[in-house]
């Protein structure tokens, strides 16, 4: 059986950015302020409240330059906040839109063609489960239907198999 796990950008990238570091083009991240919902940050997986101060900045959730390595604007907390922890949970960032593009990477970061699709709220975690069973499919990224922006990604995480006993 394949579980799913909700991934939010990692720790060590969000760090570089509060402690001044550039985006994927190099660039220093632009600041502004949250006029309520539609502004999620990537680290915590929960929107910016209204008069909070965010990141805006280029990122690429790739782990080299390639062909398929696609970088788009996201928002992050101008201050550092925790990073989403209950991974096999939807988050809140995946909650308030109708839907979201989901789309299956291999193990080598190309897309899997055939795996896009716009995808209801209530449909991410069975649509993830499908992709995730098949073996070209290393890991899902959810993406915003109306934007493109990166949200987070999901990766398939193995159950253990129930040990034998004698009872």
Same mark, same amino acid.
């Given at each position: 059986?394949?579980?799913?796990?909700?991934?939010?950008?990692?720790?060590?990238?969000?760090?570089?950015?509060?402690?001044?570091?550039?985006?994927?083009?190099?660039? *220093?991240?632009?600041?502004?302020?949250?006029?309520?919902? $539609?502004?999620?940050?990537?680290h915590? *997986?929960?929107?910016?409240?209204?008069?909070? &101060? !965010? !990141?805006?900045?280029?990122?690429?959730?790739?782990? &080299? !330059?390639?062909?398929?390595?696609?970088?788009?604007?996201?928002?992050?907390?101008?201050q550092?906040?925790?990073?989403?922890?209950? &991974? &096999?949970?939807?988050?809140?960032?995946?909650?308030?839109?109708?839907?979201?593009?989901?789309?299956?990477?291999?193990?080598?970061?190309?897309?899997?063609?055939?795996? $896009?699709?716009?995808?209801?709220i209530?449909?991410?975690?069975?649509?993830?489960?499908?992709?995730?069973?098949?073996?070209?499919?290393?890991?899902?990224h959810?993406?915003s239907?109306?934007?493109?922006?990166?949200?987070?990604?999901?990766?398939?995480?193995?159950?253990?198999?129930?040990?034998?006993?004698?009872?």
């Amino acid at each position: 059986m394949t579980t799913l796990r909700f991934v939010a950008m990692p720790t060590t990238d969000a760090g570089h950015l509060w402690n001044g570091g550039r985006d994927a083009y190099d660039r *220093l991240p632009e600041i502004m302020v949250s006029d309520g919902p $539609g502004h999620p940050c990537r680290h915590c *997986l929960d929107n910016i409240d209204e008069g909070e &101060e !965010l !990141l805006v900045f280029a990122y690429r959730p790739f782990p &080299e !330059l390639q062909p398929y390595a696609e970088t788009g604007p996201i928002f992050l907390h101008k201050q550092p906040c925790r990073r989403y922890a209950a &991974e &096999e949970i939807l988050p809140p960032v995946l909650t308030t839109s109708p839907d979201f593009i989901l789309r299956g990477y291999n193990e080598d970061n190309r897309i899997v063609y055939g795996t $896009g699709a716009v995808t209801l709220i209530g449909e991410i975690a069975s649509y993830s489960e499908k992709l995730l069973a098949r073996p070209d499919i290393a890991y899902v990224h959810v993406r915003s239907a109306r934007n493109n922006c990166f949200q987070c990604r999901i990766d398939k995480v193995k159950a253990p198999a129930l040990a034998e006993t004698d009872a």
